[in-house]
């Protein structure tokens, strides 16, 4: 059966691959396979971009922070924002902020009996803080801070073992307020969080702003933690917060916040480009390989060709075009295999809780990581699989067309002779 | 017009060419002079390694001479570059090849329109071009059969309809029966005689069979690599 299809430069390019057909489907089958994975990766890769927002957003970090000029620099927990409250009214009313919450952070020691650990104790206000932390909403054992009563504490499940506490225990905390003076209070244990990860317990360590403000003789809010209702307009809400906010405070990035969060989700981004670079890499030298075979099979032919008058660059052409179709046919069957599967594991999500081991949850940079993961799926998926797939097969076609270029017509009556 | 005033389309003065293989040093033509003329048919015999080829070679412009001046068609290919000597070929010669060296992939049509595209033909054309010639050469019913499907005979048609199909001024033919019976050997002869007369196409074409001796109207004989002699003749 004929192809009409072009020119008849064309059709010697597209049915050339069909002489060894199975060499073919094996290299289209390979190449398809490599673009799959790197498709794969680049799903990972985007997906672990939006999922390190949302769970930062979740524990606590949000996806921006108001927070003093200078906290970036110092992370000193007694800086304040100034005519806080108000400011924290006018960020609330911002379009798109999904919760705006205040906080104020003080380092002190927390005792019953003979036991003592020494934690960060955040002063939240009761009312916003189960929207913008996800590992307070249900809590292993106890309540929440309610609103509007003072004198209780929530802690970490780790935080609690070291004490020996129970439900209802009365925890004294100290701390030096802003004086210099050593201050105490008596806060009821009314709740146990449980993250799953033993990391993040044992930084939970919540009771009201004003009891916190009662400790440090602070008054005003230390940071407003701002979480966007929508992951993928984070920088739209930044920019209206900053507005809103002017030259009062920072407005600083989830990524200026937790730089450790960002490091890792780098390391895991390089880490998932360099796999997904090599396997196209040998994809690429395993296609230079068949391609070149397929030009030396055919040398003799080339050299006919030329001889006939086919310049260089035309014998380069017409091996590039091989590569093309390779290139086309491998991003087609790049996209019938790797598209399902990235949109099935982008919509059921992989569950990483098998690697985790005893931990079932995984905390980056004081961050609680989703154990679920999902790939980004989006229309880039196709357009992504022909980029791959068309750029590996031209690149793996140059050597073998440049070859092809340098053949000597005078060899195609030599042969003869 | 006698023979000798008829335009020279290709010649060789004091042509020396050497193949260096490893460290052997082979001397196909030592110091060959000829010279061909439009509307000749040429043949160039002579025994195995006699340097039949090697002049096929260079008069076609597919090399250059190590040695001499070799003038095809105006242009002295000792300063034509590769890609000049490629659109030498392209637009003024055409080839035969003993094995046919049809294009496996592509119909009989395709083949001969495929030269035609290289030299930058219109679609209309090419289709109009290769018709003609197809059904010149008695190839109409079998334009769309690929090289596999045609005996060798009908294959080396083909070839000759696409070594004539650009209208060249110069066919170099490399042993064109060798792989033909008695009887495609000689049609095949008689179909190049014929484009020869009607269409004034000069052929050079190297050969032991002395049946196809018999088609040319001069007949250069080489020996070592050198012309032995140089013969016109009465063609068959």
């Known amino acids: 059966m004929s192809i009409e299809l072009g020119t008849p430069l064309t059709r010697y390019a597209v049915r050339s691959l069909g002489r060894n057909a199975r060499r073919t489907a094996l290299s289209v089958v390979g190449i398809a396979f490599g673009v799959g994975v790197a498709l794969f990766g680049l799903a990972w890769i985007r997906g672990e971009g939006q999922m390190t927002a949302r769970a930062a957003a979740g524990s606590g970090v949000g996806h921006m922070r108001v927070a003093p000029h200078d906290f970036l620099l110092t992370r000193d927990d007694d800086l304040r924002l100034s005519d806080a409250a108000e400011l924290l009214a006018r960020v609330r009313e911002v379009p798109g902020v999904e919760v705006a919450a205040p906080y104020a952070r003080a380092g002190v020691l927390v005792a019953i009996g003979t036991r003592s650990v020494q934690v960060e104790l955040t002063g939240v206000d009761p009312e916003a803080e189960p929207r913008a932390l996800r590992f307070i909403r249900e809590l292993s054992s106890g309540h929440y801070l309610a609103p509007g009563e003072d004198g209780q504490i929530v802690l970490g499940t780790t935080l609690v073992e070291r004490l020996g506490a129970e439900l209802g225990d009365e925890l004294v905390v100290m701390t030096m307020d802003r004086n210099g003076d050593m201050q105490s209070a008596i806060l009821v244990l009314v709740g146990i969080a449980s993250s799953g990860s033993r990391q993040i317990d044992t930084g939970i360590a919540q009771a009201s702003l004003a009891d916190v403000a009662a400790l440090t003789g602070r008054d005003e809010i230390a940071e407003i933690t701002v979480v966007a209702s929508d992951v993928h307009a984070i920088d739209e809400v930044h920019a209206r917060v900053a507005r809103v906010v002017g030259g009062a405070a920072d407005v600083l990035t989830w990524q200026e916040v937790a730089p450790a969060l960002v490091a890792g989700v780098a390391t895991d981004a390089a880490f998932m480009n360099v796999a997904a670079l090599i396997v196209l890499v040998v994809v690429l030298l395993g296609v230079a390989s068949a391609q070149l075979t397929a030009v030396l099979e055919r040398k003799k032919e080339l050299a006919v060709l030329a001889a006939l008058g086919m310049r260089a660059s035309a014998l380069v052409r017409v091996v590039l075009m091989e590569g093309t179709a390779l290139g086309v046919a491998a991003g087609i069957v790049a996209i019938a295999w790797a598209v399902p599967l990235i949109a099935h594991l982008a919509s059921a999500g992989v569950d990483l809780r098998a690697f985790f081991g005893e931990e079932q949850s995984l905390a980056l940079g004081g961050v609680l990581l989703d154990p679920v993961f999902y790939p980004e799926f989006g229309p880039w998926v196709f357009w992504m699989a022909f980029v791959m797939s068309l750029a590996a097969t031209i690149v793996a076609s140059l050597y073998p067309a440049v070859f092809a270029a340098r053949t000597d017509p005078a060899s195609a009556l030599r042969a003869d002779a | ?236």
């Open chain 2, 1 to 236: 017009m006698t023979d000798d005033d008829k335009p020279i389309l290709a010649s060789a003065k004091d042509v020396e060419k050497t193949f260096v293989t490893g460290k052997v040093e082979v001397r196909a033509l030592r110091g060959v002079d000829i010279e061909v003329r439009e509307g000749e048919m040429l043949a160039l015999v002579g025994p195995s390694g006699s340097g039949k080829t090697t002049l096929l070679n260079l008069l076609g412009a597919l090399d250059r001479p190590t040695r001499g001046e070799v003038v095809v068609l105006g242009e002295d290919l000792g300063k034509l570059g590769k890609s000049a000597r490629a659109r030498l070929r392209l637009g003024s010669l055409g080839f035969v090849f003993q094995a046919y060296n049809l294009v496996p992939v592509l119909t009989a049509r395709e083949n001969v329109e495929f030269v035609l595209e290289l030299r930058g033909a219109p679609r209309a054309e090419r289709r109009a071009r290769s018709a003609e010639v197809l059904a010149d050469l008695g190839l109409a019913g079998l334009a769309d059969r690929r090289p596999n499907e045609l005996s060798g005979g009908q294959q080396q048609r083909v070839a000759v309809a696409r070594a004539v199909a650009a209208r060249p001024k110069l066919v170099l033919a490399d042993e064109p029966t060798a792989n033909l019976d008695s009887e495609n050997a000689e049609q095949l002869m008689a179909l190049m005689r014929r484009l020869n007369v009607e269409h004034g196409v000069t052929f050079v074409f190297s050969t032991h069979d002395p049946r196809v001796v018999a088609h040319a109207t001069r007949i250069v004989t080489l020996v070592d690599g050198r012309v032995a002699s140089d013969q016109a003749r009465e063609a068959a």
